[in-house]
């Protein structure tokens, strides 16, 4: 049986036994193969916009001798699924803002697959915000390390066919959308370790703001230093909550 990574591991963990998956950019196509051998899904899609990461994951499929429940699909994003063809929409290892272009390119159509599981290799907040003011709902998040990165796994329910497809802010600032509450909410294993990683990135950026322009007093109206001071407060702030 394949042996996945820990950010892997842990998407496949948040599938539910049963489910319909599809793996939009599989690459080499490892995920969809593991539910397939271990019996969690009884029917995978994996898809990818590139025809030669798609042949690398037929040709790991052809070796990890699956042969029945994994479907090959070349593509772009949600286009390769009839509606509703998935209990599960897997979107892991790409940006916020793409992840919600694929999102938006039907919103009509991403609202027919009840569960997604995001894993936005930048921009969480951003991805966040468009969640929460599009009726999704984030129900998991879970912080796993891949080398020296950390990434963040949401695990997402759709808002489904029903009422609008829109709704109003409600006044979380960005800073709280880069970090929010249920990071510590839920805490798992490395969230402090993320938390003070995060922290030390903030604080290297604003002392490069600093040097660069000459004097601290300084810094302190510039909009590149503001944003970073807003996350480091907001970050000391979760900490300080464990």
Known sequence: ????SDRLQ???DRVAQGETVADIGTDHGYLPIYL??????PRVIMSDI???S??????NRRAERVREGCEARLGDGLDVLEPGEADTVVMAGIGGYLTIEILEWDIAKSRTFPKYILQPRKDPGVLRRWLYTHGYTIDRE???????RYCEILTVSSPGQEGPFTREEDGTTDEA?????SLIEQPCALTEAYLADRLSAEEAIMARIVNGIGSPAAAETDKGYLLHSKRAARLKELIARL
């Open 54 to 59: 798609l042949e690398k994951a037929i040709e």
């Open 142 to 148: 879970d912080i796993v390390a891949e080398g020296k």
């Open 36 to 41: 397939r051998q271990c019996g969690k899904s």
């Open 1 to 4: 049986m394949i042996k996945l």
């Open 177 to 181: 959308y880069e970090f929010p509450d």
């Open 50 to 52: 590139s025809k030669g």
């Open 10 to 12: 842990c998407i496949a």
